[in-house]
């Protein structure tokens, strides 16, 4: 475990104990999965594959129960794909607040976009509609490059 794994378990393990949670050993190796994909959007079962080859004694129970409380303290943002799976990634703070992702429909790879065209619409509907925005999510539904071009090709075929 390198210094800045460290720093980033010793935050979390202060954001759990701020709460009256403690930073068990389960608990411990469930956010170092998520600190290892904190790109991915991984699922309860994702999440559970990957740590019960760290610890082979955990239940998916308690990585989904963990992942709850997670959620709860925002440790985590909960995402749904509308694919019938709740993924999960890191709050990592301010940087995650308007991001989307764009879904392929074929493949079902997620990629984040961090660009945000939408402050400006956030601040009309916050002037217009006298309503406090906190966060927007936006989904893109289409093809990745791969398989817009493999969808091409056979097209061409």
Not at 37 to 57: A, Q, R, T, Y
Not at 58 to 71: D, H, K, N, P, S
Not at 120 to 131: A, K, R, T, Y
């Amino acid at each position: 475990m390198n210094g800045c794994d460290f720093v980033d378990l010793n935050h979390y393990k202060g954001i759990l104990q701020k709460e009256g949670y403690k930073l068990t050993n389960q608990r411990r190796d469930i956010l170092k999965v998520i600190l290892d994909n904190k790109n991915e959007h991984l699922s309860c079962e994702d999440v559970f594959g990957i740590v019960s080859k760290i610890n082979p004694e955990i239940g998916i129970a308690t990585v989904y129960r963990t992942l709850q409380l997670f959620e709860k303290l925002n440790i985590v943002y909960k995402i749904n794909f509308d694919d019938g799976l709740s993924r999960y990634e890191l709050n990592i703070g301010s940087e995650n607040h308007h991001h989307h992702h764009l879904i392929c429909l074929k493949c079902g790879r997620v990629i984040e976009v961090k660009l945000d065209l939408l402050e400006s619409l956030e601040e009309e509907i916050e002037n217009e509609g006298n309503f406090k925005v906190v966060d927007h999510n936006v989904k893109f539904y289409g093809y990745c490059r791969n398989c817009a071009t493999e969808m091409d090709k056979k097209s061409e075929d």
